[in-house]
Every structure is written in structure tokens, then in C-alpha cells.
């Protein structure tokens, strides 16, 4: 056995020298360190916080429905890795920075390999730059590519990782990188090479997306299709070495020809989106109610619909959800960049005449006030109502139709006697109380000629009125989300549920125009006076959609008219909507429509006295067990004084017994007052002779004494 070799002697001067080498690393590390943060604090990075972005307006789920460039002319918008294919952003890391994760802001390999590149090739093979140092240039421009220019972004990456998130450096990077043209991040890019966000890429589209912003106006698709797609089949070689692709999805990839177009970024739903910027300018980011879907159908329709009707003719559409008052979209002209149309005039918010199609409503108030049935009868000849004299728009005349008949129709002196019947100020009073008042003339009060269009009124307006005849009478505010506070309506009563019913199974049953799909929606069409304006507004059981077509400079355009023009528009922008027809709900409690052989005496006709006032009136259809109404006081054939009655202003009171409250009094075929419960009411003659007092019920029986004034 060998004796056990001798331990060495440790060098003590070899392990000085270590140390001492040691703390000189340490001691220069240090310095370095101190000298970095030095700097770092005399020259902050030129970080904005926040990066100028485009303003952008997206429909009610976030999709984007118009974009604006910047106020330096670009295409930029925030990136969000949330937002953006997983597969592209792996992609982009290892092609620029594989090891981007890792380092802190510089990679050595990498610059190591590029100067290596460059002394053997006596040219720059790559540049060896991270994302950072990519961000940093892209923050702060450099003139020129020198080895100081090369130092001071190695320093302005070093300052960048110590302030933002790996997460937050790409996001950044995303947004501000170059695309071609005046196209800046990939959000943008995506849109304009693709015409699509980029949460979803095919493998071609992501490896463009990495391959243009090294060289982007040489590589433009739109410009230099051969070397976008060779750059792209490089970054597929690529990824194939760095095994995030197989050889046969970048085969096929490569097969994918580049699209050598640029397309338009959105401008859905113009007119609204620059409302919502006029409301909240400093916003970048405005949420609308509109459904893009929607939109994008109505669109269609309009742009359509009005190369088919005229140079010069534009269309307006209003689509709202009538249970929440939301605007599902909205159309202010067939073309907001076509100035032959004036497509920059919102047509939804212009005053303009509405026709007939506010005569829904009149006869609503008829059916609420018990003037009417559907088939009651009605006159269909000329009349005067006291100097106003009302024509149909045909000119032609029906003689006797019945209430259905009339507003299916659309005639229009059946349309002026209820009105007369109802009042005009009663209609408007109804009309604020849905939120909206039509415009008339300064000092000038509601008068018949509202039957027939004579007053101003707005397409969202007409529409807003319309949500109350699929809610049982109550209207809802209408909604796009460019309102700065809303308040919904206070009241909202249009009318009571029985009426908005009638109202609704008479138009439903309007004929349809040719070739129209059926549906199933309940709808009124309007032209104004001179062919200026053709209206059409339906709905279904939740939908109403409302449709304008005419000149934006009021011009008249021959034959322009309803139900030949909007019409057609109404229901194919229904069928191009998407949406699923909703049902009309049926008959409120006790509400029906009676048979014609089913009318009481005083509902077949709608009488006309002095002025084409009703001398009967009908009811909803409400089905009654009380006893008829009759009047016992004063009794047939009583005498009163005038004189005693006028004396002290003491009218005379009237009283009944039996019926169905509310109770309509009358005299000599005119209105007392309004319909009341109770079953006593005033009466004050105004003149000497015979008069006839008539009280009707709801249920449309009506009883009748004769006195004599003296």
C-alpha cells in the first residue's frame, strides 16, 4: 500500500489575483450599473403615455364599424394580446427575438451573430435588434445607421424593459409597427390586406403580417406582390426551422397567393359614428347600439335600392328594437361618399313631410274614444270642413267603406273626419306624450291637414311613434348610444292597449307589394305632397323598421310614391336584416273585432252632422253584460229655459242610467267633452230649439232624448 500522496499547496497569490479580479468585475458591474441609472434618469426615454391612436366607432358586441385616420393622416389602432391569433404572435417572436422572453432588452447572441454576419459578407446580413430595440426606434426615429445610433437604441431598450411589461412592449410594438402605406400596426393591417381583425390568421396571413414591417414599402401587397410573397415564404422557411410549422402547412401556405389589393377600412353606419364623435370628441373608443349584421344588410338595401330608383335619389332607414327603444340600425343616405346623392345628409333626422303615415294614430284615438269599429261604415266623398277641402291621392272617390277598408287603403277624407272627430290638438297632445312634436309653422296650431302630412316630422321620430303600436300603445324612447345622458319617457301613452291592437290587425292585413316575402309585419306607406318624400314603416311583433326615399334637397321626383318605392325597400331590408320574425301579440283581455251583423245600430254607420261630426260612434269590441245606457234626465221632449241656464252660467246637468263606463256625451252630433266614468255630465245650450242629446258607452250602444230650448 502506497503512503498517501501529499495535499497541493494552494497558490495564495493565484487566489489573491481572483479576488482581486472579483471585485474589480464587481466594482466595474457596479459603476456600469450606477453610471446606467444615472443616465437613465438624466435621459428618460421618450415614452408617451398615451400613444395617438385612430378614433373608432364599434357596434353593440365591440365589432368595428368605422374607423377615423389620425390628425397626422395614419391608420393606427391600440393592439391587445387578447385580441390577436396566439399563432402569429409566436411567430413574430421567433423571427425577430426568439428570445424575447428571456433577456433584458439587448440579446449578445444576437449581436454577436449579426456582427459575425457582417465581417464575413462585408455587408449587414441582419441587425441583430430585439423588439425592444425596434420599439425604441420606432419611438424615437433614428437619422441614420451608425454605431452610435446602434448604442443609444441598445440604451433606449435597456430604459424601456426596466419600465414596461414584456406584454406591454409587444402590445406597443404591435401598435406603432409599419405596414406599408399609411398603415401602422397590425390591427390596421390586418383590415387593409385582409378586411378582417386579426384574432383569427390564417398561417399565410400571420407570416405576411411578420414579413412587412422590415421592409414595408418595399414589400407593399398592393405594389410589390412578388416581394411580399417571397418575404412571407421566407418567414414559412422560417418558422418550418424553428419547428412551429411542419413542411406541409407551410407547403400549403406558400400556395396562398397574396392579395394585391388594399381595402377600405370600415365606414359602416357613417352618419351616427360622426355624431358620436361630435358628442364625446376626446373619446377614442364609441359603443353604439347598432348590430353590425344589421347594419351591413340595410346598407346593402339602400345602395341598391337607390341605383334602381334615380341619380339623384337617396334612402334613408331607422331599425329599432321597439321593447328597448335601441337603434338596430340606422341609414342616413344611400352613400355617405356619394355627392350626387348629398350622402353626407343624414335623411334620419331631417324634417320632411310624413304623408299618411301618421293616419294609423288618428284612427287609434277613434277606436280609443269609441268613434269607431273596423267595420263600421264611412263616407269616402268630397267634404268641406269648413273651407278645407281634403281629395284622395288618386283623385277618385269609394263612396262607402269601412273604417278597415279606409285605412288599408289609405283614403284620405275618412282619414280628415275621424281626425275632425278626434281633434288635432288631442293628436299632437298624444304625440309629446311618445316624445316627439312634429314642427308647424311659427304660431300656427295642429290642424286637420296633419291627417295628410301637413306637418314636419324626423324618419327617427316616425319610428319612435311606431314602437308604441307594438307595445300595446306605450312608446319607448329611441337609443343609439351616442347620447351624452338619456332619460327614458316619462309617460310614453300613445294610445291604450285595445286601440293599438285594432290598429295593428288592420295593417296587418295590407297587401303586401309584389314580390315581397311574406312575413308577417303590419305596415302604412306615405307620400307627400308634389312626390317629394315615400315613406314605409312596419314592424312585427318587436321589430319596426322605418324607410325614407326621396331628394335631400327637396326636389320632387315623378311617380315617387309608397308603396311603389319605399315599400319594397321595407321588406327587403326586413328579410335582409337577419333577424327573426317576431309574431304580433294577440288581443288585449276582453278585445275582438266584431262581425259586421254583429254591430249594435249606432256602430254600422259613421254619421256625419254639421262640420262631418259623428252622430254614432262604435266600441273596441268589448264584450258587456251590463243593461244599455238610457238618459233620465232630462227626459224626451223636456223644455229648458235658456235664460235660467245662462243667467248664473249654471249648466244643466245630465244624467243616464245603465251602460259600460267611460261615456261619451253629445249634442247635436258634437263632442261635450271627453269620454268620462261618471254617469252625470254638463251641458250648457247654445242657442234656442230643438237639440238631441246622445250618450254612447263603451260598448257602443247609445241612447238619445230631444228637447227643446227656448
Do not use: C
Not at 359603443?287 to 334613408?316: F, K, M, N, P
Request: charged share 25%; net charge positive.
Amino acid at each position: 500500500m502506497s503512503p498517501p500522496r501529499p495535499r497541493p499547496v494552494p497558490d495564495r497569490r493565484w487566489i489573491k489575483r481572483l479576488a482581486i479580479t472579483g471585485l474589480s468585475l464587481a466594482a466595474v458591474a457596479a459603476a456600469t450599473f450606477a453610471t446606467g441609472i444615472a443616465l437613465d434618469r438624466a435621459f428618460p426615454p421618450p415614452l408617451p403615455e398615451r400613444i395617438v391612436i385612430s378614433q373608432e366607432v364599434v357596434d353593440r358586441d365591440g365589432a368595428l364599424l368605422r374607423a377615423y385616420a389620425t390628425s397626422d393622416g395614419y391608420w393606427r389602432f391600440a393592439a391587445n394580446l387578447d385580441e390577436i391569433d396566439p399563432r402569429f404572435v409566436e411567430m413574430l417572436v421567433a423571427y425577430e427575438d426568439k428570445r424575447f422572453w428571456d433577456h433584458s432588452g439587448v440579446d449578445p447572441l444576437a449581436l454577436l451573430r449579426a456582427a459575425g454576419q457582417f465581417a464575413g459578407h462585408a455587408r449587414i446580413v441582419s441587425g441583430g435588434s430585439t423588439l425592444s430595440m425596434q420599439l425604441a426606434r420606432l419611438i424615437e426615429p433614428r437619422e441614420s445607421r451608425n454605431l452610435v445610433s446602434k448604442l443609444r437604441q441598445i440604451f433606449r431598450a435597456w430604459q424601456i424593459e426596466r419600465r414596461l411589461t414584456k406584454r406591454e412592449i409587444l402590445e406597443r410594438y404591435l401598435t406603432l409597427a409599419p405596414y406599408g402605406g399609411n398603415v401602422e400596426g397590425v390591427r390596421a393591417a390586418s383590415l387593409a390586406w385582409f378586411g378582417k381583425e386579426p384574432r383569427r390568421l390564417t398561417v399565410s396571413e400571420a407570416a405576411l403580417l411578420v414579413a412587412l414591417p422590415q421592409l414595408p414599402e418595399r414589400r407593399r401587397p398592393d405594389r410589390h406582390r412578388d416581394n411580399a410573397q417571397a418575404a412571407r415564404d421566407r418567414v414559412l422557411a422560417r418558422m418550418v426551422e424553428a419547428g412551429l410549422l411542419d413542411e406541409r402547412e407551410a407547403a400549403r401556405a406558400s400556395m396562398t397567393e397574396v392579395a394585391g389589393t388594399r381595402l377600405a377600412l370600415p365606414a359602416l353606419a357613417a352618419h351616427l359614428s360622426d355624431v358620436a364623435l361630435r358628442a364625446a370628441p376626446g373619446e377614442t373608443r364609441h359603443q353604439l347600439t347598432i348590430r353590425r349584421s344589421v347594419q351591413q344588410g340595410l346598407e346593402d338595401v339602400a345602395r341598391q335600392a337607390a341605383r334602381r330608383l334615380g341619380d339623384r335619389v337617396s334612402v334613408a332607414m331607422v331599425l329599432a328594437d321597439a321593447m328597448t327603444g335601441e337603434v338596430l340600425g340606422s341609414v342616413g343616405s344611400a352613400d355617405y361618399f356619394d355627392p350626387a346623392r348629398s350622402g353626407w345628409i343624414d335623411m334620419t333626422r331631417a324634417v320632411r313631410s310624413p304623408g299618411s303615415t301618421l293616419k294609423p294614430f288618428i284612427y287609434g284615438l277613434a277606436f280609443e274614444q269609441g268613434l269607431v269599429a273596423q267595420e263600421t261604415m264611412i263616407e269616402d266623398r268630397p267634404a268641406d270642413f269648413a273651407g278645407y277641402r281634403p281629395r284622395n291621392f288618386d283623385m277618385s272617390y269609394q263612396g262607402d267603406v269601412t273604417v278597415r277598408q279606409a285605412l288599408q287603403m289609405s283614403l284620405n277624407v275618412p282619414a280628415v273626419r275621424l281626425l275632425d272627430a278626434v281633434g288635432p290638438a288631442r293628436l299632437a297632445a298624444r304625440f309629446r306624450q311618445a316624445g316627439v312634436t312634429p314642427s308647424l309653422p311659427p304660431g300656427e296650431k295642429p290642424g286637420l291637414a296633419i291627417a295628410l302630412g301637413g306637418v314636419g316630422i324626423t324618419l327617427r321620430d316616425l319610428v319612435q311613434l311606431y314602437t308604441g303600436l307594438v307595445n300595446g300603445g306605450r312608446a319607448r324612447k329611441l337609443r343609439d348610444g351616442t347620447e351624452t345622458a338619456f332619460e327614458p319617457l316619462a309617460n310614453g301613452t300613445l294610445l291604450d292597449p285595445a286601440a293599438a291592437w285594432q290598429v295593428t290587425d288592420i295593417l296587418s292585413g295590407v297587401r303586401p307589394p309584389p314580390d315581397a316575402l311574406p312575413r308577417g309585419i303590419a305596415y302604412k306607406t306615405g307620400t307627400s305632397y308634389g312626390y317629394r318624400d315615400a315613406w314605409s314603416v312596419g314592424y312585427d311583433g318587436r321589430y319596426v323598421l322605418g324607410v325614407w326615399v326621396g331628394r335631400a334637397d327637396s326636389g320632387s321626383v315623378p311617380g315617387l310614391a309608397g308603396y311603389t318605392a319605399a315599400a319594397p325597400i321595407l321588406f327587403e331590408g326586413f328579410a335582409r336584416t337577419g333577424l327573426p320574425a317576431i309574431p304580433h301579440d294577440g288581443p288585449p283581455a276582453g278585445t275582438f273585432r266584431p262581425k259586421p251583423e254583429d254591430l249594435p245600430v249606432t256602430l254600422v254607420r259613421f254619421g256625419a252632422g254639421d262640420g262631418g261630426l259623428p252622430v254614432a260612434t262604435a266600441s273596441h269590441g268589448v264584450r258587456v253584460t251590463e243593461p244599455a245606457p238610457r238618459i233620465v234626465f232630462p227626459p224626451e221632449g223636456a223644455r229648458v229655459d235658456l235664460a235660467t241656464t245662462t243667467a248664473a252660467a249654471m249648466p244643466l246637468v245630465l244624467k243616464l242610467q245603465g251602460g259600460r263606463a267611460p261615456f261619451r256625451w253629445l249634442a247635436n252630433g258634437k263632442p261635450l267633452a271627453e269620454a268620462v266614468r261618471r254617469r252625470t255630465a254638463d251641458w250648457l245650450p247654445d242657442g234656442t230649439g230643438y237639440s238631441t242629446l246622445t250618450v254612447i258607452d263603451a260598448a257602443g250602444r247609445a241612447a238619445s232624448v230631444k228637447v227643446f230650448v227656448e
